[in-house]
């Protein structure tokens, strides 16, 4: 079989939203590939062709993503799928390298993406860089610690989602620039992956609904949630609040927006599906045992270029150490190099390694999540030099933690 892979025009915009529907056994309405048009940049999505077929398609979403140090532009990588009739032949694999080639010539420095499962992405290079965190509190085990914080300035305000918008985007601007993996959202983006809702955005759960918490200054914090309703045969309430986000700007506001949704009436228990594991909700409970928390992995990250991504970051450390690199995929980035950090800069170089490392530890490690020590303890990593590994995993080590909180 031969698979040609090209950039796709915009008259092939259908057949490429039908193989990423397909692929994923979406059963999205119209006006939700409207709602996807706008959103997908027809110039950097590419298709695979089996003769005239359409047999794959990826795309990248243009963004600006915060890593450890500030917002830098990233490749967000998306709609990555193959036909059933064409899967295990090698048309990922084309896709994704011809991809990265392209990214490679005059694009950005890292990709990200979301995966849907956990063993895909690693052959190419991607490595698991945040997790998302997941809990469902109970409402009789979600008391607070007698230190919660308040502020007697602070109002609670129920309001329509769609006409806050301008209140979430003060609130969540302030806060993604600190956190990596955070990346901004176009007006589209908040249009339609945030505050989308009609029917089907709901998958029958109740209407979005939103809390903000404000003093006489504006917005400082709020909450987007569904709430599926329920009761136990006895008629008690059971509701479940599912919550879509919650961002604020200080702590006084953020535990006033997590009351109300715990406090939630007729709800018995909230459910969040995607938060950072360091969620200062953590230390808020008194029970923190009542979380009933999961985590599985959230972004995946790819340094395109090496020196280019490495000098794109602050470190949390000084260090200058030798890295010996082992990349299949862009052999580009093989080979040694010189990391200094307080220079931020990172060169070719022929003197000797302190560590080898595949390209995906790297990946993996690029947010600040990710100790390189835990790398190292499952084989990942080889170390040269005694004390080159802690000195690279300390500086590379950043607080906050990554997190995207929204998949692309
Ligand atoms: C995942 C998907 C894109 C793979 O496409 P494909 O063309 O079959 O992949 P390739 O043939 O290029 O596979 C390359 C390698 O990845 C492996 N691989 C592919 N899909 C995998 C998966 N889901 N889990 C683990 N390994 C996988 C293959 O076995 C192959 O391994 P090998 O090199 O050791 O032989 C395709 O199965 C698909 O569209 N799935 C549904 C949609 C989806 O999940 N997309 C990913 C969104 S993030």
Redesign the pocket.
């Known amino acids: 079989m031969t698979v040609e892979v090209r950039p796709i025009t915009e008259s092939e915009w259908p057949a490429f939203a039908a193989v990423d529907y397909e ?2 056994n979406s059963s999205n309405p119209p006006v939700a590939a409207d709602r996807w048009r706008e959103l997908v940049e027809i110039d950097r999505s590419l298709a695979a062709f089996d003769g005239d077929v359409m047999v ?1 398609c990826t795309s990248v979403y243009t963004f600006s993503m915060t890593v450890p140090g500030g917002p830098i532009p990233v490749a967000g990588v998306t709609a ?4 059933a009739s ?9 896709l ?1 390298t011809r991809q990265l080639h392209d990214l490679h010539d005059g694009g950005e420095a890292v990709a990200a ?5 956990a ?3 690693g ?1 190419f290079g991607y490595g698991r860089a945040a997790d998302n965190f997941f809990f469902r509190i109970p409402k009789h085990g979600s008391a607070f610690v007698r230190t919660a914080p308040s502020d007697p300035a602070l109002r609670l305000r129920v309001a329509k989602p769609a006409e806050e918008l301008a209140a979430f985007r003060t609130v969540f601007d302030a806060v993604r620039v600190s956190r990596p993996g955070m990346y901004a959202r176009s007006d589209p983006r908040w249009r339609h992956e945030v505050l989308a809702d009609d029917d089907h955005d709901r998958r029958g759960l109740g209407p979005l609904r939103c809390v903000i918490a404000e003093d006489d200054d504006g917005p400082r914090g709020y909450a987007l949630f569904r709430v599926k309703p329920g009761a136990t045969d006895h008629d008690v309430p059971d509701g479940e609040l599912r919550l879509s986000e919650l961002f604020a700007v200080d702590p006084a506001a953020y535990a006033m927006v997590w009351r109300s949704v715990l406090d939630r009436d007729l709800c018995s228990r909230v459910f969040a599906w995607n938060r950072p594991v360091d969620d200062p909700v953590i230390h808020l409970l008194a029970e923190p045992r009542h979380l009933n928390a999961g985590w599985v992995d959230e972004l995946w990250v790819r340094l395109v270029d090496v020196d280019r991504a490495l000098a794109s970051r602050s470190y949390t450390a000084p260090a200058d150490l030798v890295i010996e690199v082992e990349d299949q995929v862009c052999p580009w980035n093989a080979g040694r190099w010189r990391l200094t950090t307080d220079k931020a800069s990172c060169e070719r170089t022929d003197d000797p390694a302190d560590l080898t490392l595949p390209v995906e530890v790297l990946g993996a490690a690029y947010l600040g999540g990710r100790p390189l020590t835990a790398l190292a303890g499952a084989g990942i990593v080889r170390e040269h030099r005694e004390g080159a590994l802690r000195e690279l995993s300390t500086a590379m080590s950043w607080d906050p933690r990554p997190w995207a909180g929204l998949v692309f």
């Open positions: 692929t994923f794959g990555v799928g193959v036909l064409h899967r295990r032949r090698g048309v990922l694999t084309s994704m993406l979301y995966a849907s499962e063993g895909i992405y052959r």
